[in-house]
Antibody, heavy 118, light 109 residues
Framework: EVEMVESGGGLVQPGGSLRLSCAVSGFTVGSNYMSWVRQAPGKGLEWVSVISSGGDTYYADSVRGRFTISRDNSKNTVYLQMNSLRADDTAVYFC????????????WGQGTLVTVSS | QTVVTQEPSLTVSPGVTVTLTCASSTGAVTSDYYPNWFQQKPGQAPRPLIYSATKKHSWTPARFSGSLLGGKAALTVSGVLPEDEADYYCLLDFGDVRVFGGGTKLTVL
C-alpha cells in the first residue's frame, strides 16, 4: 500500500529557512517522479517542483533559486529545502508522485502547513 | 511566465451537463501538454480525475470525461450530481515546468 507522509512544516520568520520531508512507503522514490505542490489558504493549487527518476530537478519561477528539491533513496524520502522564505510562501505543501508520463500527481500526501510570519 | 486559465466559478443545477475548460497563454492546448484534471473538496487533498487529456482513472465516475476542444483542454460532467460540488484544477506540462490552472469552483444548486 502506498503511503506518503509530509512533515517539517511550521511557523518561520520572513527570510528564514525550513526543510520539508515526504517519507513514503509502498514504492521507491528513486524510481519515480516526485513533486511538491502548494496551496495558500483559500487559494488554488500551485506546482512548485519536481525531481525526475533520473535526478533532474525543475522549479516554478516563484521558487527557483530559493527552494531545492532532493531525495534520499536510503530513507525513501523526498525533501524540499526552502530558503529566503516570504509571506507569500505560506501554504499547505503536498508531496505527490507521478504514475507514468502524462499521469501526474497520482498519489498525494495529506500536506504540511508552512506559515511565514513575524 | 506561462498562465493557465480556467473559469473561476460555475453554478449549475443537478442533472445538467457542464464543461470546464483549461486554456494556456502560450497558445492551443494539445495532447503534448498531457492535461490532467483534479477534483478537490474542502479539507482534502486533490483527487486525480483525468490524465493525458482523455484517460480516466479506475475510480473516475463515468459521467466525467476529458477532451481537447477548440484549443483548450476540457472536462465535461454529464448529469451533474450534488456530490460533484468541488474545486476542479487542470495541470499542464510545459516540459521544464508544470502549471496548474487557477481552478473552477463548481456549485450545484
Amino acid at each position: 500500500e502506498v503511503e506518503m507522509v509530509e512533515s517539517g512544516g511550521g511557523l518561520v520568520q520572513p527570510g528564514g529557512s525550513l526543510r520539508l520531508s515526504c517519507a513514503v512507503s509502498g514504492f521507491t522514490v528513486g524510481s519515480n517522479y516526485m513533486s511538491w505542490v502548494r496551496q495558500a489558504p483559500g487559494k488554488g493549487l500551485e506546482w512548485v517542483s519536481v525531481i525526475s527518476s533520473g535526478g533532474d530537478t525543475y522549479y516554478a519561477d516563484s521558487v527557483r533559486g530559493r527552494f531545492t528539491i532532493s531525495r534520499d533513496n536510503s530513507k525513501n524520502t523526498v525533501y524540499l529545502q526552502m530558503n529566503s522564505l516570504r509571506a507569500d510562501d505560506t501554504a499547505v505543501y503536498f508531496c505527490a508522485r507521478d504514475l507514468s508520463t502524462g499521469n501526474y500527481n497520482y498519489y498525494w500526501g495529506q500536506g504540511t502547513l508552512v506559515t511565514v510570519s513575524s | 511566465q506561462t498562465v493557465v486559465t480556467q473559469e473561476p466559478s460555475l453554478t449549475v443545477s443537478p442533472g445538467v451537463t457542464v464543461t470546464l475548460t483549461c486554456a494556456s497563454s502560450t497558445g492551443a492546448v494539445t495532447s503534448d501538454y498531457y492535461p490532467n484534471w483534479f477534483q478537490q473538496k474542502p479539507g482534502q487533498a486533490p483527487r486525480p480525475l483525468i490524465y493525458s487529456a482523455t484517460k480516466k482513472h479506475s475510480w473516475t465516475p463515468a459521467r466525467f470525461s476529458g477532451s481537447l476542444l477548440g484549443g483548450k483542454a476540457a472536462l465535461t460532467v454529464s448529469g451533474v450530481l450534488p456530490e460533484d460540488e468541488a474545486d476542479y484544477y487542470c495541470l499542464l506540462d510545459f516540459g521544464d515546468v508544470r502549471v496548474f490552472g487557477g481552478g473552477t469552483k463548481l456549485t450545484v444548486l
